[in-house]
Every structure is written in C-alpha cells, then in structure tokens.
C-alpha cells in the first residue's frame, strides 16, 4: 500500500481516531504509544499546550484515503519529564544568543521507556512510512523555525535508521531484568549467587512481614486503591520533582480505558493501603512507572517495584522488566544495566557540532560504564 506525499498535523490525538492510530501502534505492543494511553494524557489535561506539551501528532495517509502511518509529537516549552536531559545544550545555545525553547520531541510524555516512535501500518512499506515521518517532523521544525527535533526511545532498530539519516544518536542506560526462560522466582534465584539468593530472601520476608501484597488489574482497580496510589505519588512526585506531571483524573482514566494494561502492586496494613507501584502491561514487558508510600517499610520499595514485578511477569511469560530510570541498585537484584536510545536534528549548525561531539563522547563512555557495572556487579553466578 503506497502512501500519499503528504503529512498532516494533528493538534488533538482524537483527531486522528483509536482506529486509525491503533492500527499503526497495536502491532508494536507497546502500551506507552497506544492510543488510549496517549488520549488519556490529553483528556485528563497533563500533555497539553498548557502544560508545555502541545500535541503535533503527525499522520499520513495511504492511496485509499486510510491512515498508514503515525508519529506521537509535541512542541515542547521545556525540557521537563522527558527523562533524556538537554538542560546543558539549552544553556548553552542560549547563552550563546540562540532560543532552544520551543523544541519538538516524539516520545511517550512522562515516561522512560522504550517504544517504537515511528509507527507504521502493517501492510505499508516500512521505510516509505519512516521517510515520511521524519521528513514531516523535520519540515514541521523549519516552518515553524524551532530549533531542535528530538526522538527519545526508540528501539534500536529505529535510532540505527535515525542515524543514518544524519541525525545524532544519543544513548543513555537503564537497569532491565530479563527472563531467562524461568518457571517460577525460585528459578530465578537459582541463576544467583549464594550471598544474593539470601539477602533477596531475607529482604522479601522482612518486607512483606505484617502486610498483605495485592497485584491489581482489570475490575480490581478501584477508585479506592487510585485514591491510595494517587497520596502515594503524590508524596514521592513533590520530593522529587516538586511538581508531579500526573494528576488525579489521568489514573481513573487510565482505569478505565485501560484496565487490562495496568497491574497496580499494593501494600495495606490492617486494611490500609500504605504503599503502592503502578505498571504498565506490554505484548512481551512489563513496565515499571510509579511508586510511593505513606509508611516507612525496610525493603518494601525493593519488594513492590522489583520482586513482585518479576514473579508477576514470570507467572505471565513475559521476557523481561523494564524498571524505568536510574537506580544502580538495581543490579543487586537482577536488574541489568541495558543501552537505551534517543535521536536528535538540530537545526542550526552552531549548536548541531557541539551536540555531536558530545553525544559521541557520551556514547564511548556510556559503554564502558555499563561494561564496568555488569563485570564488577552482577548478581549473577559466574559462567
């Protein structure tokens, strides 16, 4: 199916509709670019032009008039929640005399994970759809003079063909567990060392000891356990960001329109909530996203986000978690540092050199620090 040479901008996800969007994204599996997802984030007024992220979402048709290819895109105010940080170059290119704000960035909006950007029907011939994509968002930047483009991650497939299209390639690490084939957490244990099989033991019972863990999804996900999660996030958002991205309609829309996708882990203590982590369910992931709590429990963050996520993609077969940003602390519990990705066009030479430099530079180190954190830190038997 051969594409129409043309690209409109979308300033409203439902402007392009759930089947028409779904039908380039579902094939991807990922719950992060689905329409749901990102339609939830705009009815509930956290990824708006208010808040610094104005959707341009870009669409292509095909030959019969029929959606073929789609890219999630937002003028951007700021560099906040992207979770790939360019606060530096914009320092830079301002104190220069250049303006880096408004900016153009494809990405889920608040979350580090990685997911197709460029996402094409099926039937339609990937690299016409790709070339579309990237030639509308970079079109996009020259009429309407910003100074950047920006592609946070995107599988290494996409980023490779990015940088053959002379955009930068950027790569960063996060810390994922993968399943090695493992029937239950105790086959997992088995791939550890002695001295880390004990302390994983000893910190899951010391944490779950007086508590009842519940794993929410689907008709379980009530308005009582959102209002509990919702005073959880809330409390760890404004200590670490000062202002949280979320607020408390996105998580009942979340709930409602996508129920099957999320798995909330709970703590409650004598029938109260007290602490809780938010996933999201892909085709062959799970996606840790948010955490909190109102009581201060030894090992509890450990339990919720990182134990409880890999028993619970065990029971499912799914191939690996994806535990979100930062933490090497990760790697004690079988939590690999792992490449991620992100592409960048910056539109004005003056800035496009030194951006370049440094992205190789940062690449050369990148690998050799997780080279180093794997060696030095797995909690891996040898051989």
Not at 222 to 235: H, I, L, P, V
Not at 326 to 341: D, M, N, S
Request: hydrophobic share 40%; net charge negative; charged share 20%.
């Amino acid at each position: 199916m051969s594409l129409k040479p043309a690209v409109r901008v979308n300033r409203r996800i439902a402007d392009i509709g759930r089947t028409a969007w779904d039908a380039c994204a579902a094939p991807s599996g990922n719950p992060f670019v689905a329409y749901d997802f990102l339609d939830v984030l705009e009815q509930a007024g956290c990824a708006v032009e208010r808040t610094g992220w104005g959707p341009q979402h870009l669409a292509i048709e095909d030959g019969a008039g029929e959606v073929g290819a789609v890219m999630p895109l937002y003028l951007k105010s700021h560099s906040q929640g992207e979770y790939i940080f360019d606060h530096s170059w914009a320092d830079a290119y301002e104190r220069a005399g250049g303006r880096y704000y408004p900016k153009l960035l494809s990405a889920a909006p608040f979350t580090p994970a990685t997911g197709s950007r460029l996402l094409v029907r099926p039937d339609v011939p990937v690299e016409a759809g790709y070339e579309m994509l990237l030639g509308g968002a970079l079109t996009l930047c020259q009429q309407m003079g910003v100074s950047s483009v920006h592609i946070n991650f995107p599988p290494q497939a996409e980023w490779d063909w990015l940088g053959a299209q002379g955009l930068a390639q950027r790569q960063g690490q996060q810390y994922h567990w993968f399943n090695r084939g493992y029937g239950t957490f105790d086959d997992f244990l088995a791939d550890l060392s002695s001295g880390r099989r004990k302390t994983i033991r000893r910190e899951r019972r010391d944490a779950q000891a007086g508590l009842e863990i519940a794993c929410l999804t689907g008709a379980d996900l009530t308005e009582d356990a959102w209002d509990a999660f919702y005073g959880f996030y809330m409390d760890t958002g404004s200590r670490k960001w000062g202002q949280p991205y979320l607020n408390r309609r996105f998580f009942s829309l979340l709930g409602e329109r996508m129920a099957d996708r999320v798995l909330l882990i709970m703590a409650r203590r004598h029938g109260r909530w007290i602490a809780g982590a938010l996933n999201l369910v892909g085709d062959d992931a799970l996606y840790g996203r948010n955490w909190g709590c109102v009581e201060d429990v030894p090992f509890l963050h450990f339990e919720l986000c990182y134990y409880q996520a890999i028993e619970w993609a065990i029971s499912r077969g799914l191939a690996r978690v994806e535990a979100g940003a930062q933490g090497q602390h990760k790697i004690a519990r079988g939590y690999l540092p792992t490449p991620v990705y992100s592409a960048h066009y910056i539109a004005d030479p003056v800035l496009r050199g030194p951006v370049e430099d440094f992205v190789a530079r940062e690449k050369a180190a990148v690998d050799g620090e997780m080279e180093w954190l794997a060696e030095e830190y797995s909690p891996f038997r040898q051989g």
